[in-house]
């Protein structure tokens, strides 16, 4: 059963933006499975699949509105730290979890299990208990809630460190034109302090105004702060250190120009704690 649970912790996490809500799901659904009555069990993997899903929904559903300063952002992942468990060719890139957000818990999974693990609609509703038609409407509604995105969740084509080195110069010298040079014109920033820090804004949209809010950031938080470069999620980001501990992650999402036309700002100590 321990063979599975790399596998679980990644549907699990895929679901609810959480690396350490996902392991107390899996722990929790393993320990129930320890418990049962097998006999009637013919897959234990399918079995054990089919529970974590379900319990991470739930999950989801419960716990869909998150109070915390700013907006509620997704536990970010690297897969250099021993510590993860997770698939890396399985896990969902850092804003295709951002935007899963805007499907409910079942829209969500549904997603997931298609177009993350390439389930077949027959092994959706099996697993989901529910029909296949059932399935399809699900994630044509998911589509619905995604096809806005002008951008697909794949991988950057520039050099990560490329557009980190010139992100961090010109953050760094508080160079508003230098900044809004990397920038997309409807650029989003979005920031989660989570339940303890509060944020200057929890969403700024546009060059203009999100480059001004950078360069204040910077002189009145970052300045003096060393940083590092990493890939979270797939995904380029910078993260400012005090300390020992994270103060700030930027993870950016970039097309292929090499603008910037995402920013998620992590704020949050319960979330930058073991990211590296």
């Known amino acids: 059963m321990q063979d599975n649970y790399s596998r679980l912790l990644t549907y699990a996490y895929n679901i609810t933006g959480s690396y350490e809500d996902s392991r107390d799901l899996v722990q929790d659904v393993m320990e129930k499975y320890i418990s049962l009555d097998k006999s009637e069990i013919r897959n234990e993997t399918n079995y054990l699949i089919k529970s974590t899903i379900n319990h991470a929904i739930n999950f989801k559903n419960r716990y869909s509105k998150k109070m915390v300063y700013g907006e509620w ?9 021993a510590e993860n468990k997770l698939i890396r060719e399985q896990t969902t890139r850092y804003t295709l979890l951002v935007l899963l957000e805007k499907l409910n818990a079942k829209e969500r999974a549904v997603y997931i299990l298609k177009e993350a693990f390439d389930y077949t609609h027959q092994e959706i509703a099996e697993t989901l208990d529910i029909s296949v038609e059932s399935s399809r409407k699900l994630l ?13 969740p794949d991988t950057a084509r520039i050099k990560d460190s490329d557009i980190l080195h010139r992100y961090q110069e010109a953050l760094s010298a508080g160079d508003v034109p230098g900044i809004e040079a990397l920038l997309m014109d409807d650029i989003r920033l979005s920031a989660d302090g989570g339940k303890k820090v509060r944020v ?7 060059k203009s105004a999100t480059a001004s809010l950078l360069a204040y950031v910077q002189q009145q938080f970052l300045s003096g702060k060393p940083c590092t470069f990493h890939i979270f999620n797939h995904q380029p980001a910078i ?19 090499g603008l910037i036309r995402e920013i998620y700002s992590i704020v949050d100590p319960e979330k930058l704690r073991g990211i590296c």
């Open 140 to 152: 044509s509604r998911a589509g619905q809630h995604l096809n806005h995105i002008k951008y697909a």
């Open 200 to 206: 200057i804004k929890a969403v700024e949209t546009g």
């Open 73 to 81: 952002l997704p536990e970010p992942l690297s897969f250099d730290n």
């Open 239 to 257: 993260c400012f250190w005090q300390g020992k501990r994270i103060y700030n992650c930027h993870i950016l999402d970039v097309d292929e120009n």
